[in-house]
């Protein structure tokens, strides 16, 4: 049981580049999160699935797109990246309780550096 | 949307002394109220949670209360040790999405 695993660790992009992000979890959780990380600033959502096939935004969702077209996997996309981007990237998963999220279980990030 | 607010945003304790961290949020539909360590380079770990029909919760050195009619919840250590140094985030959920808060950096001196 792996938990939540995300793909790739660390990345160094230029202004312009695309790239992927992969988040997947093996506990079978009906959500799933991605959030980036600022010094100062907390943990901000940027788009959040509440079941396979479905996406909604977040608190910061400009610049990025997600999909998640199997229940386990939730990707993240950046389609042109910009410095501002710069950030670590956590994915998280939680079950639901009583028809609510429940505790959310983070991955280990991904840190992306966009020159 | 929900807005939480952490204070402070850096807590230095004596090694034995006892840290408190508090948090308020605007939405009273908010109705779980978890608490994240964070190491650093590490992920956020789960702590302590407290649902809205619970006042107090309590897990060996580490407390969480919540005051529903205030909108605030808090997170008490005792007996600080230097392991206990990280970031922690306070967190509610109105049943769609976390709100975090902006985190506290606490160190425990030895």
């Known amino acids: 049981n792996a938990g939540v695993t995300q793909t790739p660790k660390f990345r160094v992009l230029k202004t312009g580049q695309s790239m992927t992000l992969l988040c997947a979890q093996d506990?079978?959780?009906?959500?799933m999160y991605w959030y980036r990380q600022d010094p100062g600033m907390g943990l901000r959502l940027i788009h959040y699935s509440v079941g396979e096939g479905t996406t909604a935004k977040g608190e910061v969702p400009d610049g990025y797109n997600v999909s998640r077209l199997k229940k386990q996997n939730f990707l993240l996309g950046l389609e042109s990246a910009a410095p501002s981007q710069t950030s670590v990237y956590f994915c998280a998963s939680s079950r639901t309780s009583g028809g609510a999220p429940d505790t959310q279980y983070f991955g280990p990030g991904t840190r992306l550096t966009v020159l | 949307g929900e807005n939480v607010e952490q204070h402070p945003s850096t807590l230095s304790v004596q090694e034995g002394d006892s840290a408190v961290i508090k948090c308020t949020y605007s939405?009273?539909?908010?109705?779980?109220f978890p608490w994240y360590k964070q190491e650093l380079g590490k992920r956020p770990q789960l702590i302590i949670d407290i649902r809205s029909n619970v006042g107090e919760k309590k897990d060996q050195r580490i407390a969480v209360t919540l005051n529903k009619t205030a909108k605030h919840f808090s997170l008490h250590i005792t007996e600080t040790q230097p392991e206990d140094s990280a970031v922690y985030f306070c967190?509610?959920?109105?049943?769609?999405?976390?709100?975090f808060g902006t985190g506290t950096s606490l160190t425990v001196i030895p």
């Open positions: 939405d009273s539909a908010s109705n779980y």
């Open positions: 506990m079978n959780h009906e959500y």
């Open positions: 967190a509610a959920d109105t049943g769609n999405q976390f709100y």
